[in-house]
Nanobody
């Protein structure tokens, strides 16, 4: 059954780095749009970063993370990544991977918790 599994979250000090992974199974990611979302405690879910299909080679970032986060994918591993540098306490949230397939199917992972605290 198609699924997405996020990993890489954890506790990190301000200024530290984490790399989140989103492993896809049951379908290829190459032609799909990938998005990372996050939901902080008591707040609504917000978009963090988006990557269009590999053929489009286009990425976008929320202003709050621009210059610090990088979205990428490894097609050989069928996995998407979110590299997070210079983390701030306000980055604390559950991070979700979202994929829209070329056929229009929508998939969500269950999320991975990132806590930025000293």
């Amino acid at each position: 059954q198609p699924r997405l599994v996020e990993s890489g979250g954890g506790l990190v000090q301000p200024g530290g780095s984490l790399r989140l992974s989103c492993a896809a199974s049951g379908f290829p990611l190459y032609h799909d749009t990938i998005g990372w979302f996050r939901q902080a405690p008591g707040k609504e879910r917000e978009g963090v970063s988006c990557s269009l299909s590999s053929s489009e080679a286009s990425t976008s970032y929320a202003d709050s993370v621009k210059g610090r986060f990088t979205i990428s994918r490894d097609n050989a591993k069928n996995t998407a990544y979110l590299q997070m540098n210079s983390l701030k306490p306000e980055d604390t949230a559950v991070y979700y991977c979202n994929v829209v397939s070329v056929g229009g199917a929508l998939y969500w992972g269950k999320g991975t918790l990132v806590t930025v605290s000293s």
